[in-house]
């Protein structure tokens, strides 16, 4: 998976934008990884949305994950999928997905990340570093603290997330996670081209 800015798709957060309308937007950008995630849509709008999405990601060489439905990634050849600590364990994903796709976790303390890495998981989401609101059940922020504590301890990439803004984002950038994660500072931006182009050059300055 490539270093850098990781996008993740919020049709909630998008100025009424469908989940397309601003994925093409973002790899216009020239965002290298995307994930779909959208809780509220059938599982037939989500497999519609993310088969058009999997042929852009696959015109803009864009690394492609899906977040939670495993079946979809699999039908549709992502390159990664992304389960939560409340989704199907990874041993068990990893027997269904194989070897060759990615799989990511999120986690919320160092103990789950641990238990990510032993049951192999290729990298570990870690946050939310700030208050989100894009998750109806988000957790506590966690905050820099123990970020810190996941870089030092955690061999496989780190994607940070939770509650980052272009405000904000160079202090996380200062702990050097391989990845980070916004997204309604670009869902719902005026300029999505803009604020990609910023938030790349803040993160290339510390990389």
């Known amino acids: 998976m490539p270093k850098g800015l990781y996008g993740i798709t919020a049709e909630n957060f998008s100025n009424g934008k469908d989940n397309i309308s601003v994925v093409k937007e973002m790899l216009d950008a020239g965002i290298k990884i995307l994930q779909y995630r959208d809780k509220y849509k059938t599982k037939i709008e989500k497999f519609k949305q993310c088969e058009t999405i999997r042929k852009l990601t696959s015109d803009y060489k864009c690394f492609f994950i899906v977040n939670d439905d495993i079946d ?14 409340e989704d199907l364990p990874i041993t068990k994903t990893r027997e269904i997905v194989g070897e060759t796709i990615t799989i990511g976790v999120s986690t919320h303390s160092l103990k789950q990340a641990l238990i990510a890495v032993q049951n192999g998981a290729d990298y570990v989401g870690v946050g939310p570093i700030y ?40 202090e996380v950038c200062k702990y050097k996670p391989e990845n980070i994660c916004m997204v309604t500072e670009i869902t719902s931006s005026d300029n999505i081209c803009l604020t990609i182009k910023r938030a790349q050059e803040v993160i290339n300055d510390y990389c």
């Open 72 to 85: 979809i990634a699999l039908s549709l050849k992502s390159d990664g999928v992304h389960i939560g600590q």
């Open 131 to 170: 208050k989100t609101f894009t998750k109806d059940n988000a957790v506590n922020p966690i905050g820099l603290n123990y970020l810190a504590i996941y870089i030092n301890n955690i061999q496989i990439p780190k994607v940070a997330i939770g509650g980052i803004k272009l405000e904000n984002l160079s």
